[in-house]
């Protein structure tokens, strides 16, 4: 360990006047003894997954997953390197359970256009099984705006409506840091980043809590690590190359 005292801070503190403790650092500027951070391969193009990430999604099979309805099996589509939405089967959600986070997800909202607002391509992305990142098909398509894609549902619109055309592959790249509990009240609320085609749409906002639907969203106490989830909303949603980091507090 290198504890050092920064002057500046030390003579700032005596200048006014205050006794306070002094500022100690860890490392030296340029410490050459500070432990390098691991090495990780990315993929091989940026979408694709690092060595160290958790496919959760590689076109191939839904053993990833299980149905939120029954428990049983996924019991979604694959067709083509995607899994699609099977309506009125439910929910489904990871096997594994998992808290704060870098989620890569892709997904295509129905090329044939039916419906309008949220009746159009719509599907979600709730982390932790609970706070919706919302899915629509929001090109050219009016709604409430915290309800639009990748508004965190009910609670903050995207900065910007990033969407594609239905049919087109979108990305969402999502770095979400999950909510502490403490005494069954919420001690530090979540905070959620997402990226949508590329586009910053969501900057680090502070979830107000488990997404409802109609109502104020408010935080439910609830375990360090939960299934990641996606909706079945009744549309046929396309979803591929899913993989997820999970990232140690
Ligand atoms: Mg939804």
Redesign the pocket.
Known sequence: MHLIVRAGVLVATMALGVFAAQQVFEWEVHDMNRPRPPVVAPGAENHLPPADAIVLFDGTDLSAWRSSKDGGNAKWKIQDGYMEVVRDTGDIQTRQAFGSCQLHIEWAAPEVVKGSGQGRG???VFLMGHY?V???DSYENDTYPDGQAAAI?GQKPPLVNASRKPGQWQTYDIIFHAPVFRDGAIEKPATVTVLHNGILVQDHWEIQGTTFHKQRAAYQPHPDKLPLRL?D?GDLVRFRNIWIRPLDE
Request: charged share 10%.
């Open positions: 719509n599907s979600g919706e919302q899915v629509l549902y909706q909303h």
